[in-house]
């Protein structure tokens, strides 16, 4: 029905870059909010950063300054700029998309498949 699909993760050192990719497909009607979560080994999921289909911003203190979050509505996908990047920084990143379908009345959450962000100290 819907998919949404990660791409860009990796393996880089301390202070690099990289950028992840989400693009949402499927029976999409509208798409609300677009965010990217990230989970740590032994750790709860947090939300990283978010944006509205206005393209209005929020991002965790810890990553303030380093990531920038944007969205292409017309290809309903969402990227995450990830700069100066630190060790602690790795974990598992999740793309997030309030989208309304098709087949539903109102908007639900879908997830993407998870996409690994490794930093070497």
């Known amino acids: 029905q819907v998919q949404l699909v990660e791409s860009g993760g990796g393996l880089v050192q301390t202070g ?15 798409v609300s909010d677009m965010g990217w979560y990230r989970q740590a080994p032994g750790k709860q999921r947090e939300l990283v950063a978010g ?14 300054g380093r990531f920038t979050i944007s969205r292409d509505n017309a290809k309903n996908t969402v990227f995450l700029q990830m700069s100066s990047l630190k060790p602690e920084d790795t974990a598992v990143y999740y793309c997030n998309a309030r989208i309304l379908t098709t087949t539903a009345g109102w908007f639900n959450d879908y997830w993407g498949q998870g996409a690994q962000v490794t930093v070497s100290s």
């Open 51 to 64: 944006i509205t289909s206005a393209g209005s911003t929020n991002y965790a203190d810890s990553v303030k």
């Open 16 to 30: 690099g870059s990289l950028r992840l990719s989400c693009a949402a497909s499927g029976s999409i009607v509208s």
